[in-house]
């Protein structure tokens, strides 16, 4: 791995340093939506302050979902052992689509009976999930960026990245139909992904196997 | 300790790397709620300019709050050694309630004198507080991801990390007899745990006790 | 390389680290041009949603920007073996103007048919590439700084780095023609650095020579 | 140098990689004083921009300012080996006075005019470069955490330190006088510290003299 132009490549260890800080920073920005409005009197406190339980739902599932992103990018270069111009470029597009994720989320708590605001809040969501993957399949794609995966587990990393798009597809079409329902969705899809999961199964069962 | 995730774990640097860069935009942004509201008159300017002592105030106990836990939360990585899934969410929880603290700390100084401003900010403290004690207890009770602890060590920092919550607890309850006690208990605890402490003593005695 | 003083001296990774911090801020500050108005009503929502599309332009666009010079930037590393005094206060000037970009894009953004607004833009985009250059040549002039540059390559870096400003300079003087054609150029600029270029091609023509 | 609570240290490397993300983040924090209002028509766009002229000046000599502290910062680690419970919260203490300057520094740009704003921003530069002080002397003064230090230099660096806050007082008091002479001041000042100096002479004789 090398830092080092003339050879053409960029070193991992730049890219996920740079993400390192922007995951830090957007998780911590998605603070800034929790605010009582400036001017507020004394006595109309609580009430505005009981105002803010939409934002502090979106935020305590926004850093979660980013969480859950920050570790799934990491993991990927467990495998990944140098980074091309399309790599890095594929990287800075997912940068720049996790960034965006402070605003979808202040959209998300602010307006959250209202379906637009939460297709806006999915489908930034969906861009992350789809570009993770894009990354994902690039990478492993190259013989001279990763290891070799294993296709089954390669297939089953796949469909576990591609879960979370299609579920967030579903809560922008149910939000149509009930803004709670879309709620409940964003809500519950980050526990699919910190309770153990078919992926680490194989991993374990790769690794049994291999005794 | 391996940053790889066939192996199921996660490099303890890299969410200590994650801790540093969160801690660092959080304390930044305390001072975000320091501001001359927009379009304040030249003559006023002095007038909001006094107005700002107890966002101040905020600002410093925040600070120095935040300046403890990012430093016990390092300490405590002095005795582990691996971060597993569950340690790992225990992790991404203390990030969660640690970046909430330039918002309970500006509903804090905004509001100072309102108890419910007082609880906000207290329960934000325990939060972080007890994330951190849950952090300690479930990294020391498995010998897979930690040095073995000293019995009484580990039971002293129990204690020290305590302290802090419960004397919270006291600070908003007796914020609703008056804000001032509730202010001087934030701004009092943080000085417990900057002088030396029982800990500090137990480790010395333990050293003392080995030569 | 050394980050010693008495030496007279800064560590070329002291100062890129700054620089990693600072990128992975700015691109995320610019998320902040991005806000519904506060107060916005519910059936307002969807009219103030589509009127950020020029911010999200702006996003987008300065987004891609700074991902080329935090690449180019790190790539004049990979010459650069010392950083004396000046070449120190050349990097900090290029953050600076770096630093200045969620300004000017919240200004393109806000007011994108105004000729003005894209000067602000184009001129702070003309100083980051002025400064850049300013680097790579101070740099590359002096044997104790960096390893030697084949003479057609450095020119060729040179006229590649000058290639931007010299487009905003178009853009800036047909803005006040169009605003659009300005807009295009702007967002056209960073395919070119995108996509495989000349400086590749002479660093692989001299990689086969070598052979 | 150790990282590890039950030594009773703290790393060096760690303090300077806190230092690093706030520097960087505070160093961005200071462009968010540069904003058009909310609502400006289009045709009042130029008027509002030419009025930020002074919050440029208080971004550019306040950017140079935090660029000095941190190299200057950077410098005193090249002597210090260890860090002690006091010297961790010098460190803290001297972080928390360098994340107000966006603060300070939005007064002065927003109230120019005001003798009381100048001495805000002065005060804080004060606190700053005497806090740089006290983390210098404290650390050379125990030989467990620096590397002996000749007393000359020591006495030079001392002087070299206390310059800034001294021309800070002055600026404060003739801000009262005009405002103009404190913000030409301001200007100067860190011109005063990017050109070589008595230190760096004092650096090089002794390196001439070791010859």
């Known amino acids: 791995m090398t830092d080092v132009h003339p050879e053409g490549g960029f070193s991992t260890a730049r890219v996920e340093t740079l993400g390192d800080g922007i995951f830090a920073i957007v998780m911590t920005l998605l603070v800034l939506q929790l605010r009582i409005p400036a001017g507020t009197l004394a006595r109309d406190f609580p009430h505005e302050l009981r105002q803010l339980w939409p934002q502090l739902g979106a935020y305590v599932v926004s850093f979660v979902v980013l969480g859950i992103y920050w570790v799934a990018h990491h993991n990927q270069f467990a495998f990944i052992k140098a980074v091309d111009r399309v790599l890095l470029w594929i990287n800075i597009l997912f940068y720049l689509v996790v960034a965006l994720v402070p605003f979808s989320a202040s959209v998300a708590g602010g307006y959250h009976e209202q379906p637009l605001a939460s297709a806006v809040y999915g489908g930034n969501l969906i861009a992350v999930g789809l570009v993770l993957l894009l990354h994902w399949r690039y990478a492993t794609s190259k013989p001279a960026l990763s290891e070799p995966v294993d296709p089954r587990l390669r297939r089953e990393i796949d469909r576990h990245i591609l879960m979370a798009p ?9 939000g149509f139909v009930s803004t709670w329902i879309s709620l409940a969705i964003y809500a519950f899809v980050p ?3 910190i309770v153990p999961n078919r992926v680490d199964r194989t991993l374990d069962e790769m690794k049994a196997g291999l005794r």
Do not use: Q, S
């Open 166 to 174: 299609a579920l967030y597809v579903a809560a922008i079409a149910l």
């Open 191 to 193: 526990v699919l992904y």
